[in-house]
């Protein structure tokens, strides 16, 4: 049965609407009756019982602000009567919780049909990328990739794709590494069967110097070309590429162990159910995954600021604890280094959904991680390793985070929205929409419809078919949405001068 209302803690102060409600209304709640002094949309909350100024404003049993006016019983609760409680830096303990959850070896190991690649990686599409140094060459890139696909369109590939991006010249220090960082992670991505490495000649980031940060590489599955030592670039790059559609068909799907998946998990577009159902799920697949061997990626790292303890309590040992302080506090220290509030996080989309503090919307982002150990932290541009949950640095802006996620080394990333995005990254991009309405709306963008969970389905039985669906989109058997439409896209971290 549809539920109307939800108070998600015992210890909450406040309920989530699960449907809009009109000023005078009565709702019933642990038997007490509270009427309602005004209307309260979808997705928003409202005050359970008189809340004083200065006073917490509870929700997931935790402090999401404090009341900057006297809140009456049956009030709207949002910005215009709370306030974030978070301000600066800070210091912290290493706390650990002896609850966590870790790889089960009683657990049977489940498949899917992947590609296993000559290092030992595992892709789980067979994709040629052209990867280009540059952006003066992305309309080449892209002219490039249209050619590819047309000549080789019955080649048994899932595709020819670029991605263009604004950056690879003109840039110095912090931010060419992170462009050539980004891009090398492209390049090493075993979702890629073969990759043409496409550059100008003049750039800061040419060829040459690319492969420097690139180091060793399988010379039959990555190939080079310079566009402006070539006569016909066009004719060229479909040499190269029709040699790597050659190397991808050795290539064939065959059981892996569900180990072998790197998930990423995302939020965008977030609402006032994202951390009561589609945040939650995330994170039951996440321990789903883990149990199993698998491993994780936690990133938007200024969405941790406020229920960042909630993740330190869970580092493996005292030295990830330390790397997860440094995570935290140096994004706090790069928004007081641009002047900007540390705290002023929401988007008017995420305030219109009913998300009221950052303190609110991390609470609810944090959920994507479940409850397993964190083990390990990874800088901008980092490659991850190690099977379990990992954190790693970026922004909560979705095309960077996402592309970052895929940069990791990720195979699919899982992407949460009450709003609703077409956006998708270099790998399957799956949205779980927090709200059916949501999921009936917005078909072309939607994968998996969370909202089932205050109508019909369990955690339970809901997170298994989020599972059994990841195994099938892992295997090839399905495509998530941006793959059906094409919606595959990089951007990368800037912060610094460009000449």
């Not at 928004?335 to 305030?351: A, L, M, T, W």
């Not at 980092?382 to 080394?409: C, R």
């Not at 609703?420 to 399957?428: H, L």
Request: proline share 4%; glycine share 10%; charged share 25%.
């Amino acid at each position: 049965m549809t539920q109307d209302y939800i108070v998600v803690h015992q210890d909450d102060n406040v309920f989530v609407a699960l449907k809009p409600y009109k000023k005078g209304e009565r709702i019933t709640v642990n038997d007490k009756e509270i009427e309602l002094t005004e209307d309260i949309p979808f997705g928003h909350k409202a005050a359970l019982k008189t809340i004083p100024e200065n006073e917490d404003v509870i929700k997931y049993g935790f402090p999401i602000g404090k009341a900057s006016k006297k809140i009456d019983e049956g009030n709207h609760v949002h910005t215009h009567n709370v306030v974030t409680k978070l301000e600066g830096t800070l210091d912290y303990s290493y706390e650990p919780t002896n609850h966590k959850v870790t790889k089960d070896e009683s657990l049977n190991e489940r498949t899917f049909k992947g590609y296993v690649r000559s290092n030992g990686e595992v892709g789980i599409r067979n994709e040629i990328w052209i990867i280009n140094t540059v952006g003066c060459i992305n309309k080449v890139a892209e002219h490039l990739a249209k050619l590819a696909n047309q000549t080789f369109k019955n080649d048994n590939i899932d595709g020819v794709y670029h991605y263009p991006h604004p950056f690879g010249c003109s840039q110095l220090g912090d931010d060419l590494t992170n462009t050539q960082k980004i891009l090398r992670n492209l390049v090493n991505h075993p979702n890629a069967a073969g990759v043409l490495v496409l550059g100008l000649g003049c750039e800061n980031n040419n060829i040459a110097e690319f492969k420097k940060v690139l180091g060793e590489y399988d010379e039959s599955r990555v190939k080079f070309l310079g566009t402006q030592g070539v006569d016909d670039e066009l004719e060229a790059g479909l040499e190269k590429i029709q040699e790597l559609v050659l190397y991808a068909k050795s290539f064939q799907r065959e059981d892996v162990p569900v180990s072998k998946l790197r998930v990423g998990l995302k939020c965008g577009g977030s609402d006032g159910l994202s951390g009561i159902t589609a945040n939650p799920l995330v994170g039951a697949f996440s321990d789903k995954l883990i149990r199993r061997g698998g491993t994780t990626v936690l990133t938007e790292v200024p969405e941790m600021f406020g229920a960042e303890t909630i993740l330190m309590e869970r580092a493996q040992n005292e030295e990830v604890f330390s790397k997860t302080v440094n995570l935290i506090n140096d994004f706090k220290t790069y928004f007081i280094k641009h002047d900007q509030v540390v705290y002023e996080n929401p988007s008017p989309g995420n305030k219109d959904g009913g998300i009221t503090t950052l303190e609110e919307k991390s609470l609810g982002c944090v959920q994507k991680g479940g409850f397993a150990e964190i083990v390990d932290v990874h800088s901008y541009g980092g490659y991850v390793t190690k099977p379990g949950l990992n954190l790693l640095q970026g922004p909560g802006n979705d095309l960077v985070s996402v592309t970052s996620l895929a940069a990791s080394g990720a195979h699919i990333v899982l992407f949460t929205t009450g709003r609703g995005t077409p956006f998708g990254g270099p790998v399957p991009t799956v949205k779980i929409s927090t709200n059916s309405a949501l999921y009936n709306k917005k078909k072309n963008w939607i994968d998996f419809n969370a909202g089932q969970l205050i109508e019909d389905k369990t955690m339970d039985e809901l997170s298994n078919e989020l599972f059994d669906y990841i195994i099938k989109l892992a295997s090839g058997e399905m495509e998530a949405k941006n793959e059906q439409f094409g919606f595959k896209e990089i951007a990368i971290f800037k912060d610094g001068v460009i000449l």
